[in-house]
C-alpha cells in the first residue's frame, strides 16, 4: 500500500511538472526572413549562415538587465529566453526546419548549432546532437544543474547572453549520444541561400 501511494505521488508530481513546462503558449522561433523589417539590438550577431558559422566566440558575454531585455525581447520570447518559460511540444516553428543554416540563439544572435546536427527526435522541440564548436574556443553553449519540478536535468544556456535555450539529455543519436532538446521561441534561423 505505501509502494504503490509513493508511485502514485511521485506520478502525479512528474506529470504535473511536465505540465508546468509545456504549458507557456510562447510565441515559436522565427527565420530570418520573418525577422525582415525587425530591427535587432547592435550586438546582434548577423551574417551569412557561412559567416555565421565561422564565427569564432572570444568568451565576452552580454551584461544587460532584465529591464534592458524586456525592452529588447517580446513578452513570449523573454519569458522562454529569459525566465526559463518552455513552448508547448510540436507548436515551435524550427522544429520541422530542415533547410540548410545556422540556427542562433533568440536573444543575441550567437551562432549555436548547424542544420548538418539536426535531427527528429520526436519530442517536438528541435533537436540537436551537438553545438557549433571551435578548438580552442570557449563553449557557446552552458550547462546547469536544474532542480525545478522536482526532477535534476541539464539545463543549457547561451554562453554570451545567459539565455535560457531547453535542456540537455543523455539520449541522442551518434555520433554524440547527447540530445540538445531547445525551444524554438530560443532560437533564430539563418537560411542557406
Given at each position: 500500500?505505501?509502494?504503490?501511494?509513493?508511485?502514485?505521488?511521485?506520478?502525479?508530481?512528474?506529470?504535473?511538472?511536465?505540465?508546468?513546462?509545456a504549458?507557456?503558449g510562447?510565441?515559436?522561433?522565427?527565420?530570418?526572413?520573418?525577422?525582415?523589417?525587425?530591427?535587432?539590438p547592435?550586438f546582434?550577431?548577423k551574417?551569412?549562415?557561412?559567416?555565421?558559422?565561422?564565427?569564432?566566440?572570444?568568451?565576452?558575454?552580454i551584461?544587460?538587465?532584465?529591464?534592458e531585455?524586456?525592452?529588447?525581447?517580446?513578452?513570449?520570447?523573454?519569458?522562454?529566453?529569459?525566465?526559463?518559460g518552455?513552448?508547448r511540444?510540436?507548436?515551435?516553428?524550427?522544429?520541422?526546419?530542415?533547410?540548410?543554416g545556422?540556427?542562433?540563439?533568440?536573444?543575441?544572435?550567437m551562432?549555436?548549432?548547424?542544420?548538418?546536427?539536426?535531427?527528429?527526435?520526436g519530442?517536438?522541440w528541435p533537436?540537436?546532437?551537438?553545438?557549433?564548436v571551435?578548438?580552442?574556443?570557449?563553449?557557446?553553449?552552458?550547462?546547469?544543474?536544474?532542480?525545478a519540478?522536482?526532477?535534476?536535468?541539464?539545463?543549457?544556456?547561451?554562453?554570451?547572453?545567459?539565455?535560457?535555450l531547453g535542456?540537455?539529455?543523455?539520449d541522442?543519436p551518434?555520433?554524440t549520444?547527447?540530445?540538445?532538446?531547445?525551444?524554438?521561441?530560443?532560437?533564430?534561423f539563418s537560411?542557406?541561400?
Amino acid at each position: 500500500m505505501n509502494r504503490t501511494a509513493a508511485l502514485v505521488v511521485f506520478s502525479i508530481s512528474l506529470l504535473s511538472g511536465v505540465l508546468a513546462c509545456a504549458d507557456s503558449g510562447a510565441m515559436p522561433g522565427k527565420s530570418e526572413e520573418a525577422m525582415q523589417g525587425t530591427k535587432r539590438p547592435d550586438f546582434y550577431i548577423k551574417g551569412t549562415p557561412d559567416q555565421l558559422e565561422a564565427y569564432r566566440f572570444d568568451g565576452k558575454t552580454i551584461g544587460l538587465s532584465e529591464d534592458e531585455w524586456k525592452r529588447i525581447l517580446t513578452p513570449e520570447a523573454y519569458h522562454i529566453l529569459r525566465e526559463k518559460g518552455t513552448e508547448r511540444a510540436f507548436t515551435g516553428s524550427l522544429n520541422k526546419e530542415y533547410s540548410e543554416g545556422v540556427f542562433q540563439c533568440g536573444a543575441c544572435g550567437m551562432p549555436l548549432f548547424t542544420s548538418d546536427s539536426k535531427f527528429d527526435s520526436g519530442s517536438g522541440w528541435p533537436s540537436f546532437f551537438r553545438p557549433i564548436v571551435h578548438e580552442g574556443e570557449p563553449a557557446r553553449v552552458k550547462e546547469v544543474v536544474d532542480h525545478a519540478f522536482g526532477m535534476v536535468r541539464t539545463e543549457i544556456l547561451c554562453a554570451r547572453c545567459g539565455s535560457h535555450l531547453g535542456h540537455v539529455f543523455p539520449d541522442g543519436p551518434h555520433p554524440t549520444g547527447l540530445r540538445y532538446c531547445v525551444n524554438s521561441a530560443s532560437l533564430g534561423f539563418s537560411k542557406e541561400n
